[in-house]
Each structure stands twice: as structure tokens, then as C-alpha cells.
């Protein structure tokens, strides 16, 4: 029988066969020792959440995380999720618009491939 592909949730992808339901999704679950810790406290999930948290974070937060010494959201992009070239992009990027540029770049690329 052929394979019917049906849309879920955002991100994931439901594949039919005769016999079972698979779901492919691009983002993965951590647990809550791999969140990212903000310097206000509050925590970050996944890249999707820190997208949209750079639109409303404020400069001591944001730069506190990035500055000419470190990037500590390309670091948790690398060790956490294994995204190579994603946390590269983010490393040399200095402003939060074009982080969040790079990052729902990111995930669009990554839908248009479940998508396909």
C-alpha cells in the first residue's frame, strides 16, 4: 500500500503505512538539565523559543550572552543540538535580528525537508 503523508502539529509529519504510524519531527525534546538558563532566569527549550525570545529580550540579557568573548547561544546550539554550521552562523553574528534571521532560516529549511 502506498504511503499517505499527513500534516500534524507544526514541525511534524505523520508517514502511513499499512501497519503504522511513524512521526518525524525536527525538533528534538531535552530534558530539562540541556535547557538554556538566560541570565534572568528565564529557560529556553529549543531554537524556535530562543527565535522568538530575541524580539523580546532586553540588551543586558542578550549581550550578556553574546559578547567579543563568548556566544553562549551558538555553544548550547553546538553541544546540545549538534548543529554544526547553525552554531557557526550564530557565533559571527553580533546582532539579535540577524540571529533571528539565521535561526527561523534554519528551521524553514529544516520543514521544507519533512515537507518534501
Known amino acids: 500500500m502506498p504511503r499517505k503523508k499527513a500534516e500534524t502539529s507544526a514541525g511534524v509529519k505523520e508517514h502511513k503505512t499499512k501497519n503504522s504510524t511513524k512521526k ?6 531535552l530534558t530539562p538539565d540541556k535547557y538554556f538558563v538566560l541570565c534572568n532566569g ?3 527549550k529549543d531554537y524556535r523559543e530562543l527565535a522568538a525570545l530575541l524580539e523580546t ?11 567579543s568573548e563568548r556566544n553562549d ?3 548550547w546550539i ?13 557565533r559571527h553574528s553580533r546582532s ?3 540571529m ?12 521544507e525537508g519533512i515537507c518534501a
Open 78 to 90: 553546538r553541544d546540545v543540538f549538534g548543529e554544526e554550521e547553525l552554531a557557526e552562523k550564530i
Open 73 to 75: 547561544f551558538a555553544n
Open 100 to 111: 533571528m534571521a539565521l535561526l527561523y532560516k534554519h528551521l524553514f529549511h529544516k520543514l
Open 96 to 98: 539579535r535580528h540577524e
Open 57 to 67: 529580550i532586553g540588551d543586558d540579557v542578550f549581550f550578556y550572552h553574546v559578547n
Open 24 to 29: 518525524k519531527s525536527i525538533f528534538i525534546e
Open 42 to 44: 528565564n529557560t529556553i
